[in-house]
Nanobody
Framework: QVQLVESGGGLVQPGGSLRLSCAAS????????MIWYRQAPGKERELVAA???????NYADSVKGRFTISRDNAKNTVYLQMNSLKPEDTAVYYC??????????????WGQGTQVTVSS
């Protein structure tokens, strides 16, 4: 069984920073793409940033230049450094990863989400 556990969310003032973490655990053979999504109240879930196993990254236009995604393959962990936060960044942030296990092959897994609130 695979689990993704996110941490690092919270309340921050506009212009502030937060660093989210998502750690994968279980019977993992390898992890392909690791992705951060977010969902604001009344809106659809949207992709924020993605990183491949080789380190290639992709960002939503709304966060380019402010957010940085990175990963530590030895720790099976992906990070999202969020700077210059805006009220419109307020959302529940979810981690998604494509993980290969011996039993299930390659499947997508989701974390439980972590709340980020940007407000003065």
């Amino acid at each position: 069984q695979v689990q993704l556990v996110e941490s690092g969310g919270g309340l921050v003032q506009p212009g502030g920073s937060l660093r989210l973490s998502c750690a994968a655990s279980g019977s993992i053979l390898s992890i392909n793409a690791m992705i951060w999504y977010r969902q604001a109240p009344g809106k659809e879930r949207e992709l924020v940033a993605a990183i491949t196993s080789g380190g290639s990254t992709n960002y939503a236009d709304s966060v380019k230049g402010r957010f940085t995604i990175s990963r530590d393959n030895a720790k099976n962990t992906v990070y999202l450094q969020m700077n210059s936060l805006k009220p419109e960044d307020t959302a529940v942030y979810y981690c998604n990863a494509y993980i290969r296990t011996r039993v299930a092959g390659t499947s997508g897994y989701w974390g439980q989400g972590t709340q980020v609130t940007v407000s003065s």
